[in-house]
């Protein structure tokens, strides 16, 4: 008992040390948003496609590739299309009605994420079908 109470004041003397003794000011309402009146007339943010399905399809002439199908609120939006797994993806928009073929410069892709084979066109590679 003798030796608790010097511990235990040594203990809160060096907590209380720790507190920072700098002069604090404390605003009510905060600083004043200087961006407010911009955010405030911004259009509504949005979201990109989501993933739907990532397939991985074996070409006619024995080439993978990888497609990544995208929807936004149920319906097909487009597909990225990438030769190599990790390689830098290519984006294949829908056609005007908002179906396939999805397609990009020199790209053709016909099918959708249930299908099991789709019809790809590529540069240098032509017209080909590939199998999930």
């Not at 511990?7 to 000011?25: K, M, Y």
């Amino acid at each position: 008992m003798n030796r608790t109470l010097p511990l235990l004041t040594l203990v809160a003397a060096a907590a209380l040390a720790g507190c920072d003794q700098g002069d604090h000011t404390i605003v009510q309402k905060g600083p004043k948003d200087t961006m407010a009146n911009e955010l405030a007339a911004a259009p509504p943010v949005e979201l990109p496609p989501s993933i739907a399905a990532s397939k991985t399809y074996r070409c006619k002439d024995n080439s993978l590739v990888y497609i990544d199908w995208l929807e936004k609120n149920g319906q097909p939006a487009g597909a990225n299309f990438r030769s190599e797994r990790t390689g830098t993806p290519t984006s294949l928009k829908p056609g005007a009605d908002g179906a396939a073929p999805f397609t990009a410069e020199g790209y053709s892709l016909s099918g959708d994420k249930a299908a099991s084979t789709v019809e790809l066109t590529r540069p240098g590679k032509g017209a080909q079908s590939c199998k999930a």
